[in-house]
């Protein structure tokens, strides 16, 4: 058995399934340049109200205005209003949007894929699946064009589903029937022949268009012009009438594609599948009709394409690895205004001044530290990321990829110690982040270095747990002597009796380094270091210059006696232990960790 | 509209049963709804953890899970020491803790060599320079004879460190959550309400996340539920005080600390009755750093304990720190 799944106004459904409230309105899809602007598809709706494929914006736009918009008063009025629901309250026009129907083609691939991995992408709004083998695993046949339907469903879209014996009946079934029809075995001729020949022309039509190039496609459309011009001269009109033709008459007469149409109409022969790839683009897209400026307002946005893009990562039983925002921004400066600033700065307009003001794309990447598939995180880690780093002028186009990955899996067990949820983390190093700035909390990784400042800051992600955890030291009876890093490092005045620090004060008036004065109860040191010394001419204004540059200094150890209540002298003097050093490169001393 | 009830209170004399028939006339005139709020609760024994340092351990009976433990203290009293042994203890139980650093003062390498397990640590560094250092006189009321009473602003840094730690407890997860708040002046972090301790308290209350706070002078009060105080008590670089050792011609290349020449210097003095020590420099310069500091002996006093309500006097302990580096 095979299976078609189409959608009919394909260009509309795309639409809709970005905008699931265009479902209760009229909606008809224009393309093409001002004057030339025709409508290409029209949903029930539109067509209830006269709209028709084919007319020019401004005969829609007559269409358009005669039907009473919808409000909000009008829609909660019809909600608590009994009966049955008036047919059309409003329209809407839109333009095409090709990003939008690729990303509505790509979820129907999705859902096909995930049923079955035998499926011919036979056109944007048809697929062919082959249903053979899979009566165990979904079913009966009616259970699966069920089942069909309520993933298209959960895709955000509806679609025609026909279940046959061959591809090419299902297809016709598809295109001529609503809902889910299913043809038994033997019947097709019977189930068919109320169909209008123009649903066989249009199906002969796109069936070839998968192995013939374009040109040859416009000859097979063109053919089938012509033939079903004929058809309508002799009379015939739907493929009851068509398949009562004699078979060598219509050979005569229309040759070998006239023989096949036959045979189509009466729902026999067979064709293998030119079977596809499952797609590994996960890409969702919205166009705009009028920029949005809030990041309130792209929230609601970004929440419907997030949610698409979770359910189709469901269907195909993945989650995401790293998902990227790219926003097109609406040019702030019209070209004029440019060439007028050029001409009054004196700087013409020069190729860079254009690029500035034309390549207006705002890219954000978002990498996870385990794969996930869970929309309201996603949305959530995407607000803080944007209320960090704001676009900076209104959005038109919106495309959120996401990188697949396979599901994390982890053993849960009764007695693992506690981790945070990953999710969970993800949100909150995200707002964390939001608080306290970008690359200011993570893991601590000490380099392989002698250097003070030895090490970097990674992304905190939870670690699996080891084996063997024996890394505590040995002597553990007692803790550890501490450092506390000063940071920056605190410049001193130092006085020095036979090339010992007898007495010091921090040159910057801190608070905190308030306390770094007096006298040096004593000294040991010192104990020279250095290194990178072949990176000298690292760039000094390079932010990473402190795990890079050259290093070159005497260190000291002194306990120092100043006014306070710790360990005492016995005068009320606290004694603090601090490590200061001698900059051999500046010749300045520095105090930059105390012992705690 | 909402009705008050008005109870009639009997004009009884209040004996030892009299809460029990105050409860008995609310019951009668309003229900058995409002039962459960007469009720004492009562606090079950918190699940503890160790400290790292076992005369903590015994001293204090550990950190509680799902309480505030402060460890208070000025500079060099070994705070910063115990909370890496704290943490240490905690990540080598595979345990996930976050460090919030309120002045960024964090070393990973002498936090490595106590054991801490970085992997398993979220460092969360508060301070922002800018900001932090920013004088501000405050408008409090000068006595006359002090002098102006000029504070700096850690606002800031208070401000991140609080909105951080609400965070990382709502999040949840965490076994340990430490803050260091040990270079912000005491008079700084007595200005964070005491709302926020309780809040805190109330949120890390149902979970097993150690909340722990260094600090200089202890600041959450009753909503802490241990207060160690910590104080140096003396440092000497040798097991004897009256060491002159005679290095020997390859005490360089050994490193060791006890083959070299000592002498003793200063006049640092505590208040151990057991002896006075003080401190030895080495006179050449070929000893690590923290080889001078071997055998810090610090004083712990529990100041305020959950096993105890109201400790009838202050217990406390003297152990020794051990270089590291």
Redesign the interface.
């Given at each position: 058995m095979f299976a078609c799944i189409y959608v009919s106004d394909f260009p509309v459904e795309a639409i809709v399934r970005s905008e699931p409230l265009l479902r209760e309105q009229a909606v008809a899809v224009l393309e093409g340049k001002p004057p030339l602007t025709r409508v290409i598809s029209v949903n029930e709706r539109a067509r209830s109200i006269g709209m028709e494929i084919g007319m020019t914006k401004l005969q829609a736009a007559v269409f358009a205005e005669s039907v009473k918009p919808i409000t909000t008063a009008n829609r909660r009025q019809r909600r608590y209003s009994s009966g049955p629901p008036r047919h059309s309250t409003s329209a809407t026009m839109r333009q095409r949007s090709p990003v939008q129907e690729g990303s509505a083609h790509l979820a129907l691939l999705d859902v096909a894929h995930a049923f079955t991995p035998r499926v011919e992408d036979t056109a944007v709004d048809t697929l062919l699946l082959d249903l053979s083998g899979l009566e165990r695993l979904h079913g009966t046949v009616q259970k699966m064009g069920s089942d069909l339907a309520e993933r298209i469903a959960a895709v955000n879209m509806e679609a025609n589903i026909a279940i046959a014996a061959n591809p090419d009946a299902a297809m016709h079934a598809a295109r001529g029937f609503d809902g889910v029809t299913i043809i038994p075995s033997g019947k097709e001729s019977q189930r068919l022949g109320v169909l209008p020949v123009q649903i066989l022309l249009d199906a002969f039509a796109i069936s070839s268009q998968g192995n013939s190039g374009k040109s040859l496609a416009r000859e097979r459309e063109k053919l089938c012009e012509q033939m079903l011009e004929t058809l309508e001269q002799w009379g015939v009109r739907d493929m009851r009438t068509l398949g009562l033709l004699p078979e060598h008459a219509l050979a005569s007469r229309l040759g070998e594609a006239g023989v096949k149409l036959r045979r189509l109409a009466l729902g026999e022969g067979m064709r293998t599948l030119a079977l596809s790839e499952p797609s590994q683009q996960f890409e969702e897209a919205m166009e705009l009709e009028c920029a949005i400026e809030t990041i309130e307002s792209l929230s609601f946005i970004l929440n419907r394409l997030l949610d698409q893009l979770c359910v189709r990562l469901e269907t195909r039983a993945l989650a995401v690895q790293e998902l990227r925002l790219r926003l097109q921004l609406e040019r702030r400066v019209a070209d004029e205004e440019i060439t007028t600033i050029g001409e009054l700065a004196g700087i013409g307009t020069s190729p860079d001044c254009h690029n500035v003001a034309l390549s207006a794309m705002f890219e954000r990447n978002l990498r996870l530290p385990v794969s996930m598939r869970d929309a309201k995180v996603f949305l959530k880690l995407l607000q803080l990321d944007l209320a960090a780093n704001p676009p900076g002028a209104p959005v038109s186009k919106i495309w959120i990829t996401a990188k697949p990955a396979p599901p994390r899996s982890a053993q849960r067990g009764l007695f693992?110690?506690?981790?945070?949820?990953a999710e969970?983390?993800e949100?909150?190093l995200g707002?964390?982040k939001a608080?306290?700035?970008e690359h200011?909390?993570?893991?601590?990784?000490?380099l392989d270095s002698h250097r003070p400042e030895?090490?970097r800051?990674d992304r905190?992600v939870?670690?699996a747990?080891?084996k063997i955890?024996s890394?505590?030291?040995e002597?553990?009876?007692?803790?550890?002597?501490?450092?506390?890093?000063?940071?920056?490092p605190c410049r001193l005045r130092v006085r020095l009796e036979e090339g010992r620090p007898i007495s010091l004060s921090a040159e910057t008036?801190?608070?905190?380094r308030e306390?770094l004065q007096g006298k040096v109860?004593?000294?040991?040191?010192?104990?020279?270091s250095s290194g990178n010394w072949w990176a000298e001419n690292a760039n000094p204004n390079d932010s990473n210059v402190g795990q890079t540059g050259p290093w070159d200094r005497e260190?000291w150890?002194i306990?120092l006696l100043s006014p306070?209540?710790?360990?005492?002298?016995?005068e009320g003097n606290?004694?603090?232990?601090y490590?200061i050093y001698y900059d051999l490169a500046t010749g300045h001393w520095f105090a930059d960790?105390?012992?705690? | 509209m909402s009705s008050v009830a008005v109870i009639p209170v009997t004009n009884t004399v209040l004996t030892a049963s009299s809460p029990a028939i105050l409860r008995a006339q609310i019951e009668s005139t309003l229900g058995e709804g409002f039962a459960s709020t007469l009720l004492l609760r009562e606090r079950p024994v918190p699940r503890t953890i160790s400290t790292g340092v076992p005369t903590l351990d015994v001293l204090t009976g550990g950190l509680p899970r799902g309480a505030l433990s402060e460890i208070s203290g000025p500079a060099s009293s070994g705070r910063t020491g115990i909370m890496h042994a704290a943490l240490a203890e905690a990540t080598q139980r595979e345990e996930v803790c976050a460090l919030v650093d309120a002045s960024d003062s964090f070393d990973p390498a002498s936090a490595a060599a106590a054991g801490v397990d970085l992997d398993r640590l979220l460092w969360v560094r508060c301070c922002e320079q800018k900001s932090t250092f920013k004088r501000v006189a405050l408008p409090t009321s000068q006595k006359p004879g002090q002098p102006a009473r000029i504070s700096f602003a850690f606002s800031h840094a208070l401000e991140q460190v609080l909105k951080v730690t609400d965070l990382l407890l709502q999040g949840g997860g965490f076994g340990m959550v430490a803050l260091d708040l040990g270079d912000i002046p005491a008079e700084s972090v007595r200005r964070i309400p005491l709302t926020s301790w309780f809040r805190f308290r109330r949120v890390v209350e149902p979970t097993a996340t150690v909340l722990l706070l260094v600090e200089q002078e202890p600041c959450a009060k009753t909503c802490a539920s241990l207060v160690l105080r910590l104080q140096t008590v003396s440092i000497y670089a040798s097991p004897k005080p009256s060491c002159q050792v005679v290095g020997t011609e390859n005490a360089q290349a050994t490193g060791s600390s006890n083959l070299l020449r000592m002498q003793f210097s200063g006049t640092v003095k505590n208040k151990s009755d057991a002896e006075t020590q003080r401190p030895c420099i080495p006179e050449n310069n070929i000893v690590g750093h923290a080889d001078v500091f071997q055998g810090m002996r610090l004083r712990a006093e529990v100041l305020r304990s959950w096993r105890q309500r109201k400790p009838p006097q202050s217990v406390d302990a003297q152990f020794e720190l051990r270089a590291a580096l």
């Open positions: 693992l110690p506690i981790t945070p949820e969970k983390l949100i909150t707002r964390i608080v306290i700035g200011r909390a993570g893991i601590a990784r000490l030895g090490f800051l905190f939870v670690a747990p080891k955890s890394t505590m030291p002597d553990s009876n007692s803790p550890a002597l501490a450092m506390r890093i000063i940071r920056p008036k801190q608070s905190s306390k109860l004593w000294s040991a040191g010192p104990w020279h260190e150890d306990a306070g209540t710790s360990m005492t002298d016995g606290a004694v603090t232990l490590r960790a105390s012992y705690d | -």
